[in-house]
Nanobody, 123 residues
Framework: QVQLVESGGGSVQAGGSLTLSCVHTGIGYNQDCFGWFRQAPGKEREGVARMSLTTRNTYYRASGKGRFTVSLDNAKSTLYLQMTSLNPDATAVYYC????????????????WGQGTQVTVSL
């Protein structure tokens, strides 16, 4: 059974940085893609970044390019999302997701979701 557990959220001032972690277990050969999503109050869930496990190719939402970095530590079974130069628009619950065999930045590519971790950016 696939399980995803996020951590690392918190409160930070605008311009600050945070690194989110997602420990994964039970990933099978069909789950080739990891993604990070976020959902702000009153808004739909949106993809932030994703990584293919086989090619390690990454893709970012336009608003995160150059500021967000997704990485994977296989030894720790942990996916990371490093976020820098944060602004209040980044305030949301952030979710880790696993899916496959194809990789994309919309929810329909993913079958498994973590419980989410809150990120709050204040001025």
């Amino acid at each position: 059974q696939v399980q995803l557990v996020e951590s690392g959220g918190g409160s930070v001032q605008a311009g600050g940085s945070l690194t989110l972690s997602c420990v994964h277990t039970g990933i099978g050969y069909n789950q080739d893609c990891f993604g990070w999503f976020r959902q702000a109050p009153g808004k739909e869930r949106e993809g932030v970044a994703r990584m293919s496990l086989t090619t390690r190719n990454t893709y970012y939402r336009a608003s995160g390019k150059g500021r967000f970095t997704v990485s994977l530590d296989n030894a720790k079974s942990t996916l990371y999302l490093q976020m820098t130069s944060l602004n209040p628009d980044a305030t949301a619950v952030y979710y880790c997701a696993a899916g496959g065999p194809h990789c994309g930045l919309t929810s329909d590519y993913y079958d498994y979701w973590g419980q989410g971790t809150q990120v709050t950016v204040s001025l």
